[in-house]
């Protein structure tokens, strides 16, 4: 199952012709997690780390909080299914999978100023150094070893200032994310105080998934969108995106974690 | 509501120093479905079109089969409200947003073996001579104003083999899709024959979303999922990737469409 590619025939056209040729493709793959013996949801994602995935996914969407709330977990990564059994009673929510496709971030806007996200306000004063940055995306980038095969998955990275700590990647930008975070909940692997780089755009999603966990700077290869930042500003998050190799990067608010 | 991007003061960090500039990034707007007096989904998206996406959105979903089938459309670009009312009775179905989020293809693999989609089949024999797949991924490509602007949006056409017809822009590359058809379905554009472009990887979610349109040529910039090619394989239509420039494309299916 950690074979994330699967190689195709394909016809290359360039100027001097036709020719048949073998190519890689990132593998897609369903993933139903069940929770407390009942289907909750179908994951497309890349085929591996697949516990992760469903732990973080759940961590994410609320419906754990910490590693004691598993009492069961049970992985058929063969055919694709993860049980996992809690120890909260099930909380019947029509609202869930609403609640998911809006984004996890409801009206947008009107979302970030509701009361249970200042809970989420992240009040670290850690502090990375400009070239620390570029180092750690030249480490990031040399890490994406399918993406270079296929060009067709997404990778995120918990890091310290120094280097990559948890590395994961997808087909899914949202899924690379929750990978670490379900790695860090079933590990014990620390969180505060940390860095996450994605290779994907910053949406208002992405931003909130980073935040529930307190995540103090998110480093994107990619840009943000307005609203992102404008979240990441009230919540004190540290937002760097477009850091092109070691020449450039762009610091879109609380730039005073970059010195 | 037609401005997609937002001005915001940005930290630019270089070899030669730390310098206060202005960028421009996309805008990500919640706009909420409200389908016969019921709210059905908030979905981010980039502020324009917003008829033809949510028009889209419910045509992908199959909660419309037709423009007779709408009764009613009001609406509130400003407050991010679309009001649909249908000829249909309102099917209460509590899968509809888990087949969402499992990308509409239920549990991928035995999704497309199922009957629902025999219907899906593209028997179209229209070609398009490779020189033309080179001069319409060009135009495509300049005509991406908010892409050029923000470098955080997907874009997506409509085609014939010589040009654009429909074009859109959105921070998702599902609506950039949703926001063609729903045009093509509230303006009578004929969607026959015809090829759809996106700047976006190709997943099963998007080769089902075009697929139930009938469309028989899907060209990307980027590449597809090895499901994504399984499926187009199956269901007749020609798949076309990483085209770039005027120099190369991959074909990866149904290659015989391409002359």
Redesign the interface.
């Known amino acids: 199952m950690e074979n994330g ?2 190689k ?1 025939s ?6 001097e012709g ?1 020719n048949r040729d073998e ?1 890689l ?6 993933l ?1 997690v069940v929770l407390n013996n009942e289907e909750l ?4 994602c890349s085929p591996s780390d697949l516990k992760y995935l469903a732990v973080g996914f759940l961590y994410s969407e609320g419906l754990l909080s910490n590693k004691e709330d598993i009492k069961k977990l049970v992985a058929d990564e063969q055919n694709g299914i993860i049980r996992i059994e809690t120890t909260r009673i099930k909380e019947s929510n ?1 609202d869930l ?2 609640r ?4 996890a ?5 009107s979302f970030y100023s509701e009361t249970d996200t200042t809970s989420y306000r992240v009040t670290s004063d850690i502090k990375i150094p ?1 070239e620390a940055v570029f180092n750690l995306v030249n480490q990031f980038q040399h890490e994406s070893h399918l993406y270079s095969a ?3 998955v997404h990778s995120a990275a918990l890091c310290d200032s120094k280097s990559l700590l948890v590395f994961s990647e997808d ?1 899914g930008r949202h899924n690379a994310i929750d990978k670490i975070f379900g790695r860090c909940l079933l590990e014990d692997i620390p969180i505060s105080d940390r860095i996450i780089i994605t290779s994907g ?1 910053i ?3 992405i931003l909130h998934k980073v935040a529930k966990r307190g995540i103090p700077i998110v480093i994107s290869i ?8 404008r979240i990441a500003e009230d919540l004190g998050i540290t937002l760097v995106g ?1 850091v092109i190799g ?7 608010c609380h ?1 005073w974690r ?1 010195i």
């Not at 493709?25 to 369903?30: C, G």
């Not at 949801?41 to 497309?44: I, K, N, R």
């Not at 998911?100 to 984004?103: E, P």
């Open positions: 590619s699967e195709f394909i016809l290359r056209i360039t100027g036709r190519g493709l990132a593998r897609e793959f369903p139903t949801v179908t994951l497309l029509p999978f609403r998911i496709l809006t984004s971030c409801g009206r947008g806007i400009a296929t060009r067709g087909i755009r949406s208002s999603e990619s840009v943000p969108t307005n609203l992102a930042v477009m070691k020449r450039r990067m762009n610091v879109y730039h970059v």
